[in-house]
């Protein structure tokens, strides 16, 4: 039997999924919720973690203390930073930075945290034409960037196309159970980073995560 695990966000993302694929609420830890459905062949088990990096850490944690897994999926919307990208399109992301790590020395064994996490790349071809799939790199961030000056930064420093709160602590956690060729992280995208990205958020994060779901489902 294969066991998918899935790690989102937030309930309004998260509430999409539990409707498509009927998932029943399981058990909660602390602000963390557990939904899981099953047939025959296959077990969906999500995990609603919260936002930020600490509250993605700790769900990943459990859920891969608690279930052994075929595919660890994380999915949810992010901010674009690429020029060929656009509100709606989905990112499958191949390479994940940190970008609010600073540390001022260049010690090999610090490369766990300052350096980019690689994940095999995932082929999958356009499946709707309202959207584009794109396989591009991702940047973590502990804050929702709505700021030109930093997001400038952001695709200069780090050549990122997507910037997001969770993915990189998702990952770091994947790692260290010596899951990472199981990852895939499904972004797609609500708003361009930018000084209307508050607005445009909330206008499009319906809209861009039921594009990911599709994405999603094409994997399940």
Known sequence: MKHI???TAMQQEADIIITKYNLQKMQTLGMIE????????????????????????IATSHL???YELDTIINIWIAGNLSDNGKVWDVFIINSCC?????LP????HLNYAKKPIN??????????????????ACA????????????????????ADVVEMEAFSVLSVAREYDM?????????????????????????????MNNSVKVLNTII
Not at 105 to 108: M, Q, R, S, Y
Not at 122 to 136: G, R, S, V
Not at 186 to 201: C, L, P, Q
Request: net charge negative; hydrophobic share 45%; proline share 1%.
């Open 5 to 7: 695990g899935i790690i």
């Open 34 to 57: 557990w939904y899981q459905w099953e047939n025959n062949n296959t077990i969906i088990t999500l995990i609603l973690s919260g936002i930020w990096k600490i509250q993605a850490s």
């Open 64 to 66: 891969l203390s608690h």
């Open 98 to 102: 940190q970008h609010d790590m600073y």
């Open 105 to 108: 020395f260049d010690w090999e």
């Open 119 to 136: 994940l095999p790349t995932l082929d999958i071809k356009n499946i709707d034409d309202a959207f584009n799939i794109h396989i591009w």
């Open 140 to 159: 973590t961030w502990d804050q929702f960037i709505d700021n030109e000056l930093i997001l400038k930064e952001i695709k200069v420093k780090y050549n």
């Open 180 to 208: 990472l060729e199981k990852c895939i992280i499904i972004k797609a995208i609500s708003d361009g980073a930018n000084n209307n990205a508050i607005w445009d958020h909330m206008d499009n994060l319906d809209f861009a």
